[in-house]
C-alpha cells in the first residue's frame, strides 16, 4: 500500500513504490484507471498503425531482395541459397524489431501531451498538499508537451540506429543493447513528470546519469518488454500507462528523498 500522509511527506525519506503498489494505486483511482485504459487504446492503434505502414515500406524498397531466390541446380548456386536464406530470415527479424521500436516511437510523441495529463494527475494524488503544480492548461503548453515528445522520440532513432550496430557484436554488444534500451525505457516514462517541470532534454539525459541504478530499476522491464517479437506491440501498449506513473511515483520519490537531504545536511 502506497504511504500518502501529509506529514510524512514533509518530515521523512519516501521508501521506493514497487511496481505492484503502482498498480494498486492506479486501480484505487478511477480517473487514472479510465485514463490508463484509454491510453493503452489510443497507443495499440498509433503503434500498429505505425507498425504496418513501416513494415510496407521496408517490405517495398528491399522486396527484390526477399523474392529473389537464388538457383540452387550446382553445390555453388545451393551455398549462395542458403545464405541467401539465412539473409533473408535475419532481415525479416530485424526489420520488424526496428520497424516497432519506430512505430512506437512515433505513437509515443503523438500521444505525449495525453500521457503528461496522466503522469501530472498521478503525481497530484500521490503528493496531496504537497503538489507542485505547473502553468495552467493552455495550447502553448501542450505544443511544448508535443515538442518535448518529438525530441524524445528523435533521440530514439538514433538510440535505435546504434543499438542495430552493437547487435551484431556478439554476447557484450546484446548486453549494451539490452542496457541501451533500459535506460532509454526509462528516459521516455520520466519525460513526462520532468517535462512539466521545463526540463531540458540535457537535464534529463543527466539525470539518468546521477541516478543510474535507479534509471535501470525503472527501465528493465520495460526494456525486456520491448524486445518480444510481436508481443512486444500489445505487451507495450498494455504496460505504457502503468509504467508512467510507477516512473512518475518514484520520480517524485527520488527528489523528495534528495531534498530532505539536503535540508538535513544544511541544518545540521
Not at 533473408?88 to 503523438?110: D, E, G, M, P, T
Amino acid at each position: 500500500m502506497i504511504e500518502n500522509s501529509h506529514q510524512q511527506k514533509n518530515t521523512q525519506l519516501l521508501p521506493w513504490v514497487p511496481l505492484s503498489s503502482s498498480a494498486w494505486f492506479i486501480f484505487t483511482s478511477s480517473r487514472l484507471l479510465s485514463w490508463s485504459l484509454f491510453l493503452v487504446l489510443v497507443t495499440a492503434a498509433l503503434t500498429w498503425g505505425g507498425f504496418l505502414l513501416t513494415t510496407d515500406l521496408i517490405d517495398t524498397v528491399i522486396g527484390s531482395f526477399i523474392h529473389a531466390q537464388p538457383e540452387t541446380r550446382s553445390w555453388w548456386g545451393w551455398l549462395k541459397f542458403s545464405g541467401w536464406l539465412i539473409a533473408k530470415y535475419l532481415f525479416l527479424v530485424v526489420s520488424r524489431i526496428v520497424a516497432f521500436f519506430l512505430a512506437f516511437l512515433a505513437a509515443y510523441s503523438l500521444s505525449a501531451p495525453l500521457y503528461v495529463f496522466l503522469s501530472t494527475s498521478a503525481e497530484k494524488i500521490y503528493c496531496g498538499d504537497d503538489f507542485e503544480a505547473d502553468a495552467e492548461l493552455s495550447i502553448a503548453g501542450i505544443c511544448r508537451d508535443l515538442w518535448e515528445g518529438i525530441k524524445i522520440g528523435g533521440f530514439g532513432i538514433v538510440v535505435t540506429i546504434i543499438a542495430l550496430f552493437l547487435s551484431f557484436v556478439p554476447v557484450l554488444g546484446q548486453l549494451a543493447v539490452f542496457l541501451l534500451y533500459a535506460y532509454y525505457s526509462t528516459l521516455m516514462f520520466i519525460d513526462y513528470p520532468t517535462s512539466r517541470r521545463r526540463w531540458s532534454l540535457g537535464r534529463k539525459i543527466q539525470w539518468l546519469r546521477k541516478n543510474g541504478s535507479f534509471a535501470l530499476r525503472l527501465g528493465i522491464l520495460p526494456a525486456l518488454a520491448g524486445m518480444i517479437p510481436l508481443l512486444n506491440l500489445f505487451l507495450m501498449a498494455l504496460i505504457f500507462p502503468l509504467f508512467t506513473v510507477h516512473a512518475t511515483l518514484n520520480f517524485y520519490v527520488i527528489e523528495h528523498n534528495k531534498k530532505m537531504l539536503y535540508k538535513n545536511l544544511t541544518s545540521s
